[in-house]
């Protein structure tokens, strides 16, 4: 038995739109990337959407057309990926790396507001909705939420939202809150492209500084000026932009991915809630938190701590897994411990205690539309068997 710890169900009409980029000749950013732009910010119900050929490349966008630059402060949490923190330093401003919540990885009310108050010169703050969970964004049930904090703090938003597809809370979801949202498209996300990203935004002038840096500053959209009879042919360069466009095959895939969106949602919940009840009980490990309506959680990862109660590290663990076929990883080596963010900003791992406790145990299980109800047995099985529990 081999189970992959992630696996891209590709089933659907991904052949055949991609055979039509194929046979229309222009493979670059053209009509299925416009098409994919505007179906998925209807999707999430955004104003805006600029397609990017990474979540990288639209944190990067986001970040210089909310005016970030050189000397500024961005918050964002240690416990994430590196992209949300090295696009900080493309534009010559520094991450003050902040804690997370132990049971969710997320952000928290409390601690933005700590930070804040720690911290009198911040001009943005990167939020990272982690595993598929939203962070406390809006106010809810009379409680202050980070949207209306950073607001009070003057601070603008920019959400890491790569493993935030198609999450909510209630009817509203990521993409609608903060100022900018970034959305990844990796090909182990919720939904692939392959690689790509998305961004959206309410602020008309950030999408136009968005969609003119997207593509090396030019003041022109390229499909535009070349399918347009009416068109000239000159552009002009306004800006030093970037090249962060996504292609039209890429874009393509994407448009049969959205469209199962929900289905592979619904995929992978079957999958968190079987582990909830097949793991339930076990002393030496956390399960992941969830926080509000599990329909609300896009459920991009499962990620498991061994706690305290453990008697065999995580490393163990993992290779003892792996030897019984089973796929797994880990979410994630936090920054503070990255050699270039540890030794530039002299970063301190007993600053980030609940981001230690997690890091020291945690473990991403299988979890992915398709995985089978003796697949999932068979995981848990082993989970159970390596950690001797019957």
């Known amino acids: 038995m081999n189970i992959p710890f992630s696996k891209v169900d590709c089933s659907g009409l991904e052949r055949e739109l991609v055979s039509e980029v194929l046979e229309s000749g222009w493979l670059t950013t053209a009509s299925k990337a416009q098409q994919f732009e505007k179906q998925f910010r209807k999707t999430v119900g955004a104003s805006y959407a600029c397609a990017v050929n990474s979540c990288t490349a639209g944190l990067h966008l986001g970040l210089e057309a909310l005016g970030v630059g050189p000397g500024d402060q961005v918050l964002v949490p240690s416990m994430t990926f590196t992209s949300s923190a090295e696009v900080i330093r493309y534009l010559g401003a520094d991450p003050i790396f902040l804690d997370v919540d132990y049971e969710t990885r997320l952000l928290t009310p409390k601690i933005v507001e700590e930070a804040l108050l720690n911290h009198s010169s911040i001009k943005a703050l990167v939020v990272v909705h982690f595993g598929g969970q939203v962070a406390a964004m809006p106010d809810i049930e009379g409680k202050e939420g980070i949207l209306s904090i950073c607001k009070r703090y003057g601070v603008k938003i920019i959400e890491d939202a790569a493993h935030a597809f198609p999450s909510r809370i209630g009817d509203r979801y990521v993409g609608s809150y903060g100022d900018v949202t970034c959305f990844s498209f990796y090909a182990n996300k919720t939904i692939t492209t392959g690689e790509g990203g998305m961004l959206l935004t309410e602020d008309e002038e950030i999408f136009k500084r968005v969609k003119t840096m997207r593509l ?25 932009g970037y090249k962060y466009n996504m292609p039209d095959i890429n874009a393509a895939i994407g448009i049969a991915q959205l469209a199962r969106a929900h289905e592979f949602r619904e995929g992978r919940q079957k999958c968190a809630d079987y582990y909830d009840q097949a793991l339930e009980g076990i002393e030496c490990i956390d399960l992941p938190l969830c926080l509000r309506e599990r329909e609300g959680h896009s459920w991009h990862l499962y990620p498991i701590v061994l706690n305290e109660k453990s008697f065999m590290s995580r490393n163990c663990f993992i290779e003892r897994l792996k030897e019984r076929g089973v796929g797994n990883s880990v979410h994630y080596k936090p920054l503070h411990r990255m050699t270039y963010y540890r030794d530039y900003y002299n970063l301190k791992s007993q600053d980030f205690p609940n981001t230690e406790r997690i890091w020291k145990g945690t473990v991403s299980l299988p979890i992915y539309f398709g995985l089978s109800d003796w697949e999932l047995e068979f995981v848990a099985h082993a989970v159970r068997e390596v950690l001797g529990v019957n």
């Open 216 to 240: 090396h500053g030019i003041n022109r959209d390229i499909w535009d000026r070349f399918t347009d009879t009416n068109s000239s042919w000159e552009y002009d360069v306004i800006a030093p």
